[in-house]
């Protein structure tokens, strides 16, 4: 964390009681810290892929251990952590259309089984967009798609991390896929 | 139906979760009776139970945009469960696991290896994985803690996941995973060369790893390519770790 930074706990507080600016802070934070994270782990392993649950699990250690104490908990990190992962891997996806393996980092998988992934950048966008309106609502259902749908998280690790049980994240899980299947359904590929 | 505004998802919310926590057959006559009191709001959830049977059919965000090759999240492996996948080459991949018994909090490594490699010569190399691993113990080599063949017939090793410290995917263990063609300084070390594992790990340590002798050119295969099936194969490869050393 460079020294310019303040605290992302400090942020993750101000961003709590609503303060708009700080909860954009926290986001670019976040976000080049993901990023960095990603590059550095490539660097080491010399390997192609990164996993998104990896990532956001080693950035909650990594801050954690930077800023001690006053950390949040794992919950309440992971529920800015993983609308900042939709960010960079919607980009992430969106780089990879628009320049083949250009020296940018792969995510898991979305080299090995792009057949089987949503491929379509745009189409990510509308997701997305539709979450943040969700989010104003109920903002626990749109975090259950960005832990689930974009980082891939399974039902019991998002129970563990958000502190409710398995069965109401599978709940919430359900409501927020009608949500979001009410509001796309025009713009779906058959 | 359109879109729902914040407000008509706001009210019929409720509804919504009260009714998906009914078993699916018992849910027509909830409805009924709902539809007693308010049919408006009856016509909604309805709607939306309709969209939920849709979404279904076609699959709406079930595979995670990253998806992690065949869906093993959630798996159990012998007495693991497969939490996510930390790390996949030519040869397979490896997953973070925990212990489903919940016997110990320690969480590990599993790793399997391609589905598509799997016969009797992948089940040997991964014996002979298991064999070796077994052997060597060092704090940067985690240790090997189970090994098996899963339900659907697919061999693994559990190891100990080393969280921060040695990437469990790395050149090390992809080089102790590759083919019959490999490299006997990298696989069959300490397996009739008068090279010990002792050797091996002692290189492993001062390399860290880099070192090309435990590198993989794709996870599958080690730099060095020598057949250890043969004599000559087995004396080229002793050579290659004595000039090196």
Redesign the interface.
């Known amino acids: 964390m460079q020294a310019t930074n303040p605290e992302i706990s400090t942020l993750i507080g101000l961003a709590e009681q609503g303060d708009e600016a700080s909860a954009d802070k926290l986001f670019t934070v976040l976000y080049r810290a993901l990023h960095r994270l990603a590059k550095r782990q490539l660097a080491r392993q010399g390997v192609v892929t990164v996993s998104a649950t990896t990532l956001i699990h080693e950035a909650y250690l990594d801050m954690a251990a930077q800023e001690g104490r006053s950390f949040p908990d794992r919950g309440r990190f992971m529920a800015y952590a993983a609308r900042v992962m939709r960010g960079l891997i919607i980009d992430h996806v969106r780089n990879r259309l628009a320049i083949k393996r250009g020296g940018q980092f792969e995510l898991t998988s979305l080299s090995t089984n792009v057949a089987d992934v949503i491929d379509d950048d745009q189409e990510l966008t509308r997701i997305s967009q539709a979450l943040d309106e969700l989010a104003h609502t109920d903002n626990s259902l749109s975090q259950i798609v960005d832990l689930k749908f974009f980082c891939g998280f399974s039902f019991g690790e998002i129970a563990e991390m958000v502190g409710v049980s398995e069965r109401t994240v599978h709940r919430k899980w359900e409501k927020a896929r009608i949500y979001l299947y009410r509001s796309l359904r025009a713009d779906l590929p058959l | 139906?359109s879109?729902?505004t914040?407000d008509q998802?706001?009210e019929v919310?409720p509804y919504?979760?009260e009714v998906?926590?009914i078993d699916p057959e018992n849910r027509a006559a909830w409805l009924r009776s709902l539809g007693e009191r308010d049919a408006r709001l009856a016509s909604m959830v309805q709607s939306?139970l309709d969209?939920?049977l849709?979404?279904e059919q076609?699959g709406?965000?079930e595979?995670?945009?990253?998806?992690?090759?065949p869906r093993l999240?959630?798996q159990r492996v012998g007495a693991y469960?497969l939490?996510?996948?930390?790390?996949?080459?030519g040869m397979g991949s490896v997953w973070?696991a925990r212990r489903s018994d919940g016997r110990f909090e320690r969480q590990a490594a599993v790793k399997f290896v391609n589905f598509a490699l799997t016969g009797p010569a992948t089940e040997e190399r991964f014996k002979r994985e298991g064999t070796i691993l077994g052997r060597l113990t060092h704090p940067h080599i985690a240790a090997l803690m189970d090994a098996g063949i899963s339900t659907d017939g697919s061999p693994y090793l559990v190891l100990e996941y080393v969280?921060?410290g040695i990437?469990l995917?790395?050149?090390f263990f992809q080089s102790l995973g590759t083919n019959g063609r490999s490299c006997g300084t990298c696989h069959v070390a300490s397996d009739g060369m008068s090279v010990s594992a002792g050797d091996v790990q002692q290189r492993f340590l001062l390399t860290q790893g880099n070192d090309p002798i435990f590198r993989t050119v794709d996870?599958s295969n080690c730099d060095h390519n020598i057949d250890v099936s043969t004599f000559q194969g087995r004396y080229q490869a002793y050579s290659l770790l004595r000039t090196r050393a």
């Open positions: 139906m879109t729902l914040p998802w706001q919310s919504l979760d998906l926590e939306l969209d939920k849709q979404l076609r709406f965000l595979r995670p945009v990253l998806s992690a090759g999240t959630g469960t939490i996510s996948q930390i790390g996949q080459g973070l969280g921060g990437d995917t790395g050149p996870g």
